[in-house]
């Protein structure tokens, strides 16, 4: 009986990831706009703290391809003590299409963190489209042109990849985390279900925040990326979502293994924000990975031949997962790291429910500050 119990979750995973997969194969292909069709845009960076990576990602803001009549750059420093607020005015005055704010001149809205970087941003704007990033991301040259390639009147939102620059160990962790947790959302999206955006690399048609009166008025405490895409959601929009080089920022990696494991709680506490049906597929999601991982774990000791069947099938589809990845998104580095993702994902998803199960609590790691929430 254990051995059957043992195969039939092997089988299951294997079709839920093969979805998945397809599912990204369906998304639609990004492509070049001309001048002429696209609308403005406002990209609007919140940067705290952010010394070392906000050069590069002004860097890359500065060489995108769009027309400067038609783009403008929003960069909020947000109560550093460090040199990003010298950073941020030496990028405006050189480029007349960028603007440099301060969250010090911001109401107090009680919004923390990013959140309060990306609304006083948004608020200082004027666009029909906002656009945000991380102040540790780098945008492709053509991001946004092709992030709106195939907008139409029914588009409310767009997002695109996140990959993680594999310049560290701890930056390969934080890469397959990225690599494996995405590819989910892009193929359920590619099926026509509802793709969450997320904040490095998301897109949203103004109308719709302004229409509910902004971040200061959702319902949120962590994951205003949530936020923003319940918006949409609630909306008489939908959103779009691509899996193209064009599209995809790459994020440098967090500072140390502390930042990322706080990264990961804070990610999946927010997901809980997102309403009932948020919860119970993260419910569901996290449930059934860890009685899988259980039973390849301890399904030894019951039925060597049916655990080895099951693991083999699951390295086999994950790794399946990884090369279509790679290959639609034409991102190098992804199969040799392939133990290392194997392994990290086991271990993350057992530890991740386990540890907010026990210590609800969670901090906000930034450079030189924290946040905590209840």
Known sequence: MIELVILILGIIYVLIVLTVTLGMYRLPKSTYKSDEELPTVAVVVSAKNEEDDLPKCIAKLEKLDYPKDKLQIVLVNDDSDDSTGEIIRAAADRNPHFKALDTSNAPD????????????????????????????????????????????????????????????????LERVSWAYTLPF?????????????????MGLRRSIYEDCGGLENSDFEIAEDLALFRMVENSEYTSLSYMSPETTVHLNPVPSLRHLLSQQRRWLRGGFEGGWQYWIGLVLGF???????????FGWFFSVEATAITVGMKLSIDFIQLVSTRHLIKEGNFIRYYPVFALYVMITLLWLPVS?????KIKWQGEGYEIKYD
């Open 109 to 172: 809205n009680g919004l923390k963190a990013k959140a309060r970087g990306i609304a006083w941003g948004i608020e200082n704007s004027e666009s029909e489209w906002i656009f945000i990033t991380d102040a540790d991301g780098e945008v492709p040259e053509l991001w946004l042109r092709h992030s709106l390639s195939l907008v139409d009147d029914t588009i409310g939102m767009t997002g695109g990849m996140l990959s993680v620059n594999p310049v560290s160990t701890l930056a390969v």
């Open 185 to 201: 959302a892009f193929g359920m999206a590619g099926w026509g279900s509802s793709f969450i955006c997320v904040g490095p690399n």
């Open 287 to 297: 449930g059934f990975h860890n009685i899988l991982s259980f039973f390849m774990i």
């Open 356 to 360: 907010l199960l026990f210590h609800s």
